[in-house]
C-alpha cells in the first residue's frame, strides 16, 4: 500500500524545516500537505507568504501551491487520512529547567497523528533528538495507532544550512536513513530516487546512529569554530595574526578551510541548543566525561561575545556611558532573519546595558529584533544606523557591509571607529581610509 501512495506525504511542522522541507519536496514532484497547528502558519503559507527569510523558498512555495501539489492545514484527519509517508519536522528547543531538549512538541505530534493512523503507514522522523528517542516514540506509536504493527518509524537527520535550505533539500549532500525495517527502506529509496541517480551518498544506518549524525556534525562544527576563536585569543595575546593563521591550517587537507573563520562565533537555533542537549544526554546515559570538551566550547564562544564588547568599550575610553554605538547586523548568520542566540544582538544588548545609544541595522532581521529586544534602537539603513556613531560595530557579515565604502560612512560617523566582529574587512583598506580598525584575533 505504502509503495502505490508514496508520491502523497504529510510533513508535520511547518517551521523553517517543515515549510522548506514541504516546499521542495513538491517542488520534486510529490503531493504534499503541510500541517501546523499555528493558524497565522497556515494562512501564510497558504497565501504563498513564507513567514521567515529563506533565499528561493517563496519562488518554490508559490510555483508549487499554483500546481496544485501543496497545501497546507491544521486538520490532522486531513493528513492522516492523505498521506502515507509522514515526516516529522517539529521543533525541539531548550528545557527552560536545563540544557535538556523539550521533546514536548515531537511527543504531541506523534500522539496526534499515530492515533489517526487505520493503514499501512510510514513516519519518518526529521527533528533534531536525543539519541533513544525513536524507541520512546515507537512504544507511543505502537500503544495509539489503530493500524498497529503496520505503522513503521525510521529516522532522516535534516543538513539544511539557514540561506541555502533550498539547496540542501533538493540537492543534498547526503541522504541518511536510520531503521531496521525493510518497509522504511524501500519507501525512502524509491522516494530518493531521483537525488539517488544524482550520485547523491544514501546511507542506511540503525536508527540509534542516525539519531547522533546531526548533533555529532553540529557538535564538530562548532568545535572548530571554537577551536579557532581560541586560536583568536591565543593570537591576541601574542600579538599574531589569526586570519593569516587559520590560511596556514587550511591548506592542511586533513583540516581544510570551512568553518575556520574567527570572529564572533555561532548562535542561531541550532548550533548552541543543540551541543547542551547533546552533553545532557550523555549524562543520562552515563557518558559524561566523552562530551565534557563541549563544555568548553561553549565557553570559548561566549567569551568571543565578551571579548567584542570589551575592544569596543577600549576604543572609545573605557565606557560607553552616554556614547552613541552604531550596530550592523542583528540577524545570527547573513542570508537569514533569524536572530535565535544571535551573537550580534546580545552583543548589542550589553552594550546598551553599560548605558551606550544603541542603533541596529539588518537588511532582513529588524522585525523580529524589535520584537524580541524593544529597548534597542533600530534604523532603516546602514548609514542612518552609523550617523553620529562614536564607534561602529560589524557584527552579521551581510554581503552589504562586508561591500561598505568606508569614505560613505566616514561622511556620517562622528568618529572613524570600528570593530569587526566578523573579519570581514580588509583592515588595511579601511585604516588607509582614516579608519582605527580592530578585529578578534589581529594585531
Keep these: 500500500m505504502v509503495a502505490e501512495s508514496r508520491s502523497r506525504i504529510s510533513v508535520i511542522g511547518t517551521g523553517y524545516l517543515g515549510a522548506t522541507h514541504a516546499a521542495c519536496m513538491a517542488e520534486l514532484g510529490f503531493e504534499v500537505v503541510g500541517l501546523d497547528l499555528d493558524q497565522s502558519k497556515i494562512d501564510s503559507l497558504s497565501a504563498g507568504r513564507v513567514p521567515f527569510y529563506e533565499p528561493g523558498l517563496e519562488e518554490v512555495l508559490q510555483r508549487n501551491l499554483g500546481n ?5 492545514t491544521t486538520d490532522y484527519d486531513e493528513a492522516a487520512a492523505f498521506a502515507d509517508i509522514h515526516f516529522l519536522c517539529v521543533g525541539t528547543p531548550q528545557r527552560a529547567d536545563s540544557n535538556a531538549a523539550d521533546l514536548a512538541f515531537v511527543e504531541a505530534a506523534v500522539d496526534s497523528l499515530a492515533s489517526r493512523l487505520t493503514g499501512s503507514s510510514i513516519i519518518i522522523g526529521k527533528s533534531t533528538v536525543p539519541v533513544g528517542t525513536a524507541q520512546r516514540l515507537a512504544e507511543r506509536i505502537a500503544a495509539r495507532a489503530p493500524a498497529g504493527a503496520e505503522v513503521h518509524l525510521g529516522w532522516s537527520p535534516e543538513f539544511l544550512r539557514e540561506g541555502f535550505g533550498v539547496e540542501d533539500t533538493l540537492r543534498p549532500n547526503r541522504i541518511v536513513i536510520g531503521t531496521d525495517s525493510p518497509v522504511v527502506e524501500s ?7 531521483p537525488q539517488i541517480e544524482q550520485g547523491i551518498p544514501f546511507l542506511v544506518t540503525d536508527v540509534p546512529t542516525a539519531e547522533l549524525v546531526k548533533v555529532s556534525a553540529n557538535a564538530f562544527l562548532a568545535t572548530k569554530i571554537s577551536f579557532i576563536n581560541a586560536m583568536a585569543e591565543v593570537s591576541e595575546a601574542a600579538g599574531a595574526d589569526v586570519i593569516k593563521l587559520a590560511e596556514a591550517l587550511a591548506y592542511d587537507d586533513r583540516i581544510g578551510g570551512k568553518f575556520l573563520g574567527p570572529g564572533l562565533g555561532f548562535g542561531g537555533g541550532c548550533l548552541p541548543k543543540d551541543i547542551r542537549a547533546f552533553m545532557a544526554r550523555a549524562d543520562e546515559l552515563g557518558v559524561e566525561p566523552a562530551l565534557s570538551f563541549l563544555r568548553e566550547v561553549d565557553a570559548i564562544n561566549q567569551r568571543r561575545r565578551a571579548r567584542t564588547v570589551d575592544i569596543a568599550r577600549g576604543l572609545i575610553g573605557g565606557s560607553f556611558a552616554g556614547r552613541t554605538v552604531g550596530v550592523l547586523g542583528a540577524a545570527f548568520k547573513p542570508n537569514s532573519d533569524d536572530i535565535r542566540d544571535s551573537p550580534a544582538l546580545h552583543v548589542a544588548s550589553a552594550i546598551a546595558e553599560q ?14 529584533a524589535k520584537q524580541e529586544f524593544p529597548g534597542l534602537r533600530y534604523a532603516h539603513s546602514m548609514l542612518e544606523a552609523v550617523r553620529d556613531a562614536e564607534v561602529v560595530l560589524l557584527l552579521t557579515e551581510w554581503a552589504e557591509f562586508r561591500d561598505a565604502d568606508p569614505d560613505e560612512l566616514a561622511k556620517v560617523v562622528a568618529e572613524p571607529r570600528i570593530v569587526d566582529g566578523r573579519n570581514a574587512l580588509d583592515p588595511r583598506h579601511w585604516r588607509a581610509r582614516g579608519w582605527t580598525y580592530r578585529a578578534l584575533g589581529r594585531p
Design 187 to 193: 519507501a525512502m529509496r524509491d522516494l530518493c530516487a
Design 68 to 72: 496544485g501539489r501543496l497545501r497546507f
Design 355 to 368: 548605558g551606550g545609544v544603541v542603533t541596529v541595522y539588518d537588511p532582513e532581521a529588524l522585525e523580529r
